[in-house]
């Protein structure tokens, strides 16, 4: 909660990245806490998750830069998907997604958590565990705050006038991994896409609580 609330505040697109970093590690670490191997799986599924968001994410913001610089503001990218509707259209996932916005792949990372967390406070009726169902609660909350910094990314970039032109990136490979990290996280739903990641979750999972 508390990286979510100090990334609420930032300005800098990196510093916000950076502090929401905290609050989806912790986010990550209450599948862990469920202490059972499907939260273990969750936990795996939301890392390896993340890491496609953040990388294309942060692959994006390096990718924009003006006359005088990298971006560095949030207010720099005004009016993104007036004058590079590609890289809005890339990022608004990679932003969509990290607020856990169905049904891209970053919602279905949380799923998994919460559903292992609530099936192993619930799993004895007789002995509820109140301290896993508040764990929950409190991650609810995360994610509806960081959802509002996401969102006010992509809320600058495509309603937003546009202040100063892009120079267009000098290598593909950022573009590359933009769009490849981009078309995962729309085609997590599809069991062609999600069967590796689970399998492997499962795998790893089965060997650390056995």
């Known amino acids: 909660v508390l990286g979510a609330v100090a990334a609420v505040v930032q300005t800098n697109i990196k510093r916000m990245m950076a502090y929401s970093s905290i609050g989806h590690v912790g986010f990550a670490l209450v599948g862990l806490a469920a202490g059972s191997q499907e939260g273990v799986r969750g936990l795996v599924i939301y890392m390896t998750i993340y890491l496609v968001m953040n990388v294309g994410a942060f692959a994006c913001i390096l990718s924009m830069r003006r006359k005088d610089g990298m971006v560095e503001e949030i207010n720099d990218l005004s009016g993104l998907a007036q004058t590079r509707p590609g890289m809005a259209a890339a990022l608004a996932i990679f932003m969509l997604s990290l607020a856990g916005i169905p049904p891209l792949a970053g919602f279905w990372g949380k799923w998994y958590v919460f559903k292992a967390v609530i099936a192993t406070a619930v799993a004895d009726p007789m002995a509820t565990n109140y301290g896993l169902i508040t764990l929950a609660v409190i991650g609810v909350i995360a994610s509806v705050v960081g959802a509002y ?62």
């Open 149 to 210: 910094y996401y969102l006010n990314v992509v809320k600058v970039m495509f309603f937003d006038k546009p202040e100063e032109e892009f120079i267009a990136p000098k290598t593909r490979k950022l573009g590359a991994i933009m769009g490849i990290g981009a078309a995962l996280l729309i085609l997590f739903s599809l069991p062609q896409v999600n069967s590796p990641v689970l399998d492997y979750a499962r795998m790893a999972a089965a060997a650390l609580i056995s």
